[in-house]
Every structure is written in C-alpha cells, then in structure tokens.
C-alpha cells in the first residue's frame, strides 16, 4: 500500500517596521527593527506557540530560515531564543538570495531626492526597469525563485514532514507566493502583505500540485 505523500508546514512571516523614516527608499539598505522589536517578538511567539508548537511531534525539529538583512535576522534570532526556551532544537539559517530587492543608487534616499522623472520612468516598465547599480523586477524575482527551488529540491528529499518558519521581506514573500500560486509577474503587486503578518504553506514537494495555500496575509 503506498503511504501518503509527505506535506511540509511553511510559514512565511514578514519582518516589523524599520527605523527609518517612512518617506526613505529601502530594500538591501540594512536597516535596524523599530523600537517595538520586543511587542513584535512578544506577538510572534504567541502565534508559534499557539499556531505551530502543538502540531509539532517530539521528533520535529522546526527550522528557521532567515534574509541575511539584520531586520529579519533580529527577529529570526528572537524566535530562536524563544523556541530554545521552549526546549525546542531550532536552527537558524540565512539564505543571501531572500534579500529584499536591490534599489542601487536609491537606497537610503528620499522619494524627494530620488526625484518625479525617475519614478515615473520606473513606474513605466515597473518589471524590467534596472535601478541604477541595482537590479529590476524581473531580476530580483529570478534569483528568489532560484533559491526557492533550490529549497522545495531539498525538502523533496526528506520523507518526514518539515516546519519551516521563514523570516522575509515583502518583495521576497510576494515573489514566492507568486511563483507559487502560479501568477504572472505583474500581478504580484496585488499581493498585499503587510509587516508582522503570516502567509502559510502546505507544500508536497513530490507532487506540488497537492501543495495548498492556508493562508495568506494572516495579522499577527
């Protein structure tokens, strides 16, 4: 009798407001968590250990996957912390490709100081325009789904089933969730996903097509 094929949980979690006033341009600018890191860390806890926690066997060892930009990872290493403390053997690793997109010459300046005929030029082929020194769209979008295929390969070889909570920037989990749901390119900015909010998975990597989308966007 065949056994089911294995289904594995992933939870892809956008990280909380920056310190940086809200009219500066970042994506690979590697900016701090706001001071409400410890209420972001205190509500995040609360859902894993609500949400995630029980579901897990004794045996499951729950991963932690993590963009390399220090707002992520303060929030990735607060959740390891917490999950340590819970006598959970969690790992954390970094994965360079998950970094937000690459905005060049206009990260850390202001949309003022960018100025109107260069975001009209962008918004005009808002996918294949390259920011200077930076990457376009389309870029950005080929180098995370690289990675997150390289991702589903690796789960595809384990036969017991993984939790992986995937601490990410906006443009990282739209991309994903995107590549996923099967959309074109230019629809995945109609993907809302706001900061400290939850998009969760259930992927089968030996037959994607059996793989569902639980939730999206889920407020935390």
């Not at 010459?105 to 996918?127: A, K, T």
């Not at 989990?173 to 995107?178: A, D, F, Q, V």
Request: hydrophobic share 40%.
């Amino acid at each position: 009798m065949n056994s089911l094929p294995t289904t594995h949980q992933l939870y892809l979690i956008r990280h909380g407001d920056v310190d940086l006033h809200p009219d500066i341009c970042y994506g690979q600018l590697d900016c701090t968590i706001h001071g409400s890191f410890t209420k972001d860390i205190s509500k995040l806890s609360h859902y894993i250990d609500k949400q995630i926690l029980p579901s897990l066997s004794n045996f499951d060892t729950p991963l932690i996957i993590s963009s390399p930009l220090i707002r992520c990872q303060q929030l990735a290493q607060g959740l390891q912390a917490h999950l340590k403390q819970q006598n959970q053997k969690v790992q954390l690793q970094a994965i360079e490709a998950f970094k937000e997109i690459n905005f060049g010459q206009w990260e850390g300046l202001s949309w003022q100081e960018i100025g109107q005929d260069q975001i009209e030029c962008w918004q005009e082929q808002v996918f294949d325009y390259v920011f200077p020194e930076g990457e376009s769209a389309a870029d950005f979008h080929q180098r995370v789904n690289t990675a997150w295929q390289q991702l589903l390969t690796t789960l595809n070889q384990h036969k017991k089933p993984q939790t992986i909570i995937l601490v990410l920037h906006a443009g990282v989990i739209r991309s994903i969730l995107t590549e996923f749901l099967h959309m074109p390119l230019q629809h995945s900015l109609s993907l809302k996903v706001d900061k400290m909010s939850v998009s969760h998975l259930a992927i089968v990597p030996s037959q994607l097509a059996l793989s569902r989308c639980m939730s999206i966007n889920l407020s935390i």
